[in-house]
């Protein structure tokens, strides 16, 4: 039982570069989400999924991109990576809105 | 505003004894649902609980319970018979919607870290 499953787990970057965060599900859950959480504070939204083929910004989506080409894969690229994104970044699922959310192992992420 | 809030940064229990961690929260939406979620030092995110807004009994879950008051708006965590592995961060989130269209999202508080003394 996979579950929810983040690839990679820890990624060091320079300021400028780029790169993509993989999260997969195998629960053929519909909603898809990716946070991020940052020390002393609990996790906030980026950029959520309703389904396959759609997107939509979160709290705080500014310097992320993302895609849901299929329904188990969500995508978090960082097109010009800085410091301020680094964090810890999770991603979840869920069957529906108001059921819990399922959540992956996170991806450790520095920016020098 | 805060939309929820947890007041408690960290709290000590000693192993075998009860612990209510609080949580309230501010939202106008007559439905919304109330989740618990623990965070080892593993980093992993569990769910552990969840509490609608018209259930009419509140949820139990094992050792987890949720004292859920409407009218005060909390929702706080009641961990019985604490365990040593019980030791973690606690995070609350309530369900928000987000759009017209009825998508939601979770809102998190900031968390309560809760240490288990043996």
């Known amino acids: 039982n996979a579950g929810v499953t983040q690839t990679p787990k820890f990624r060091v970057l320079k300021t400028g570069q780029s790169m993509t965060l993989l999260c997969a599900q195998d629960?053929?859950?519909?909603?898809m989400y990716w946070y991020r959480q940052d020390p002393g504070m609990g996790l906030r939204l980026i950029h959520y999924?309703?389904?396959?083929?759609?997107?939509a910004k979160g709290e705080v989506p500014d310097g992320y991109n993302v895609s849901r080409l299929k329904k188990q894969n969500f995508l978090l690229g960082l097109e010009s990576a800085a410091p301020s994104q680094t964090s810890v970044y999770f991603c979840?699922?869920?069957?529906?809105?108001?059921?819990?959310?399922?959540f992956g192992d996170g991806t450790r992420l520095s920016i020098l | 505003a805060q939309k929820i809030t947890q007041t408690q940064p960290g709290m000590f229990v000693q192993e075998k004894e009860a612990v209510t961690l609080d949580c309230t929260y501010d939202?106008?939406?007559?439905?919304?649902?109330l989740f618990w979620y623990k965070q080892p030092s593993s980093g992993e995110m569990i769910f552990l609980i969840y509490?609608?807004?018209?259930?009419?009994q509140n949820a139990t879950e094992g050792r987890y319970s949720l004292n859920f008051q409407k009218a005060r708006k909390s929702a706080n965590l009641v961990i019985s018979a604490s365990q040593l592995g019980d030791s973690a961060m606690y995070f609350c989130?309530?369900?928000?919607?987000?759009?017209?269209?009825?998508?939601?999202?979770?809102?998190f508080g900031k968390g309560t870290k809760l240490t288990v003394n043996p």
């Open positions: 939202t106008s939406d007559p439905s919304y649902g």
């Open positions: 989130a309530m369900r928000e919607r987000i759009s017209q269209g009825g998508s939601e999202k979770l809102v």
């Open positions: 979840a699922s869920s069957y529906s809105s108001s059921q819990p959310q399922h």
């Open positions: 629960m053929n859950h519909e909603y």
């Open positions: 509490q609608g807004s018209y259930d009419q």
């Open positions: 999924s309703v389904g396959e083929g759609t997107t």
